[in-house]
């Protein structure tokens, strides 16, 4: 059993890679309904939606532990406390509700599984000729995300601006664009501080995300004399020093 659950976690076949596929749609499936769920008052049915994805999460987190060499090192690691609020949020929601859009680090967590980006590489020919442009995009949305999320759970109930998600959203997007229409404002020393994060961390992802999709199509590729990491997708020798470079590709498409 043991060995199945390292081998779904961390192999590199294409069971596994589905596996982790799966995992990934899941937390977009949870997130896509902590967004929805943000427009209609609250019941026994989002309770119960909470609690089912809440044991998923547990039993994803004990498995984690279970095949992990260091169990306790990986347990209060940045992932792993921002996964224990998270299953706290969703199966005590009385004491942490506030914490459950924390599951979107999950999502980042995965995109970062060199398993994940390796399987990725291999099955989408898009993904590998735009990889540094999607991850960079990535990032941008999940900072989004998770701005709006701070925006909208420290907000609601408070500011009669911020109803939902989108209100939040409105908010952390006109921030992050720095064109601040003065419509929509946050309270608080709280709101002031993430108006301040947003302001100064997204715009430099937001000029990161521009820079990579105006820079001309490289390929990682060290050349193994000088050291120089990027070249033209079609280079034969370093244009460093001048080193013969045997950059791997897919042929003539």
Not at 22 to 33: E, H, N, V
Not at 49 to 71: F, H, M, N
Not at 123 to 151: H, P, Q, S, Y
Not at 219 to 248: Q, S, Y
């Amino acid at each position: 059993m043991k060995a199945t659950l390292k081998e779904l976690y961390e192999g590199r076949s294409r069971g596994a890679v589905r596996f982790r596929y799966g995992l990934l749609a899941f937390d977009l499936m949870t997130i896509l309904f902590l967004v929805v769920s943000s427009f209609v008052p609250r019941g026994s049915h989002t309770l119960a939606i909470d609690l089912a994805i809440g044991l998923v999460y547990l039993a994803d987190i004990l498995a984690r532990l279970w095949i992990s060499r260091q169990p306790l090192r990986d347990l209060f690691s940045f992932y792993g406390l921002a996964d224990i609020a998270v299953v706290a949020s969703l199966l005590l929601p009385l004491f942490g509700e506030g914490f459950a859009f924390l599951r979107v680090i999950r999502i980042f967590r995965l995109l970062r599984s060199e398993q994940t980006l390796l399987g990725l590489r291999r099955d989408l020919a898009f993904f590998r000729r735009n990889e540094k442009t999607i991850v960079a995009g990535v990032n941008l949305f999940l900072f989004v995300f998770l701005m709006t999320a701070l925006v909208y759970e420290s907000q609601k109930g408070v500011n009669e601006n911020i109803r939902n998600y989108v209100d939040a959203l409105y908010f952390t997007v006109a921030t992050l664009t720095t064109t601040g229409f003065g419509d929509v404002t946050l309270k608080g020393t709280p709101g002031k501080l993430i108006a301040i994060a947003i302001m100064i961390f997204g715009i430099s992802l937001f000029l990161r995300l521009v820079q990579v999709m105006l820079r001309p199509t490289k390929v990682d590729h060290k050349c193994p004399v000088c050291g120089l990491t990027r070249h033209d997708t079609d280079a034969v020798h370093c244009k460093a020093c001048g080193t013969v470079l045997n950059i791997e590709d897919e042929g003539v498409d």
